[in-house]
């Protein structure tokens, strides 16, 4: 089951925060937090594997509730780098990621 | 360059034609992960590989398709046949020989358009 992201797309100025959250109706064991740029590979952020576990990856958090089958990435003072389409993923098995569908942020100066 | 490498980064044919993609894993790594994406669509995982072994192909389409990644050299996605509908992005990823940690590193893709 392909989780849900949202919002699909957010335009922040730099400096400001933004919140993208990833939801499943299935069980989720762990989440998995990917950033792309256009043309380049997806890159790894972070994963979290426990339910309420929240780690850190420079200003960029994020949050697993397991009860609630969601996971929160919360980006604070965007800079321009920022920009990019941010992907959760849940794990199948090893190396089988079920991707949502990305959210793409646009930092502007 | 230690990082994923993938080739070739363009690649066009026409309509029932193979394409064959190529990817070289990280050095040290030698688990390798197929992925396809769809213009503003996530990726979708294909197939995982070890040395001369398929561990996982459940999401390979089941015909036209096949992967491998033999003892020695890159491995290697065929698409046999090609259709419209196969134009996409093909990232490889990798991951190291040790305990699985979560983390795949990707190559840059490989863009195949189907004329």
């Known amino acids: 089951q392909q989780p849900v992201q949202s919002p699909q797309a957010v335009i922040l100025r730099e400096g400001e925060d933004a919140v993208i959250n990833c939801s499943s109706s299935k069980a989720l064991y762990s989440v998995h937090w990917y950033r792309q740029k256009h043309g380049e590979a997806p890159v790894f952020l972070m994963i979290l594997l426990k339910g309420g576990e929240q780690k850190g990856h420079e200003k960029i958090s994020a949050s697993f509730n397991e009860k609630k089958q969601q996971s929160s990435l919360y980006l604070t003072a965007s800079q321009l780098s920022y920009s990019g389409t941010y992907f959760c993923?849940?794990?199948?098995?090893?190396?089988?990621?079920?991707f949502g569908k990305g959210t793409k942020l646009s930092v502007k100066p | 360059n230690a990082g994923v490498m993938q080739n070739p980064r363009h690649l066009v044919r026409r309509r029932g034609q193979e394409a064959r993609l190529r990817c070289s894993p990280m050095k040290g790594h030698s688990h390798v992960y197929w992925y396809r994406q769809l213009p503003e669509e996530g990726l979708k995982f294909m197939v995982y590989l070890q040395k001369e072994n398929i561990i996982d192909e459940s999401g390979m389409p089941k015909e036209r398709f096949s992967a491998e990644f033999p003892k020695e050299g890159p491995s290697i996605l065929r698409i046999q046949q090609v259709v419209r509908g196969d134009s996409a992005a093909y990232f490889c990823?990798?991951?190291?020989?040790?305990?699985?940690?979560?983390?795949?590193?990707f190559g840059e893709g490989s863009r195949l358009t189907v004329l």
């Open positions: 993923g849940t794990e199948r098995s090893q190396g089988n990621l079920i």
């Open positions: 990823a990798s991951s190291a020989r040790e305990r699985w940690t979560g983390e795949l590193f």
